[in-house]
């Protein structure tokens, strides 16, 4: 199976919005609304940051949301702060009864 | 609060069987509400998903790693497991086991790193 396709990175001032792309196919992304996104500071493990494409777990920060159109979800943090920079990983529940990760994206705050 | 922790060797020999364990705390692994899982960063790489089980053993494999890999579980120690037979240095990664929530993984362990080399 073929890993989601997001860029490898994006990069935004503080207080700035920035938005991450995550695509797959009709088989997973687009067919499915179990997408959802994880953030991992480096040596650390991943953290879940967004479930079912749009929702946020507790604890989480309202700065964070997601959202999905076709076979791409995306993830939009708004008002970058320093502590945001980390890489960040979608992931997808599949037509197959799998799962599958996405790319992976660094976020840098400049 | 559930908590997992990854246990295993840090370093195998190619063609060797990479062995992982995963103890869970806080919780039962026999609730019918999750599947567990396994997953794996190769260095400087993303997240590749590798399998996940149900308490019962039903389980289901990543297709590109099925021929190499099993799992099982063991409801009395609270533990489950990762096998990878014939490992060769593209297996070195960090290895992570999760807890599966209705399709999200949640929590996760702080993982542990897995060296192939002789």
């Known amino acids: 199976q073929s890993a989601l396709t997001q860029p490898a990175s994006v990069s935004g001032s503080p207080g700035q919005s920035i938005t991450i792309s995550c695509t797959g196919t009709?088989?997973?992304?687009?067919?499915?609304?179990?997408v959802s996104w994880y953030q991992q500071h480096p040596g650390k493990a991943p953290k879940l940051m967004i479930f079912?494409?749009?929702k946020r777990p507790s604890g989480t920060s309202n700065r964070f949301s997601g959202s999905k159109s076709g076979n791409t979800a995306s993830l939009t943090i708004a008002g970058l702060q320093a502590e945001d920079e980390a890489d960040y990983h979608c992931?997808?529940?599949?037509?197959?009864?799998?799962?599958?990760f996405g790319t992976g994206t660094k976020v840098t705050v400049l | 609060q559930v908590q997992l922790q990854e246990s295993g060797p840090g370093l195998v020999k190619p063609s060797q069987t990479l062995s992982l364990t995963c103890s869970v705390s806080?919780?039962?692994?026999?609730?019918?509400?999750?599947?567990w899982s396994w997953i794996r960063q190769l260095p400087g790489k993303g997240l590749e998903w590798i399998v996940y089980?149900?308490?019962?053993?039903?389980?289901h494999y990543n297709p590109t790693l099925k021929s190499r890999v099993s799992t099982s579980v063991d409801t009395s120690k609270n533990q489950f497991s990762l096998k990878v037979t014939s490992v060769t240095a593209a297996d070195t990664a960090m290895y992570y086991c999760?807890?599966?929530?209705?399709?999200?993984?949640?929590?996760w362990g702080q993982g542990t790193l897995v060296i192939v080399s002789s």
């Open positions: 999760a807890r599966i929530d209705r399709g999200w993984f949640d929590p």
């Open positions: 806080g919780g039962s692994i026999r609730s019918d509400s999750y599947y």
């Open positions: 089980m149900y308490h019962s053993g039903y389980t």
């Open positions: 009709s088989s997973d992304v687009g067919g499915y609304n179990s």
């Open positions: 079912d494409v749009t």
């Open positions: 992931s997808s529940y599949t037509s197959s009864s799998t799962y599958v």
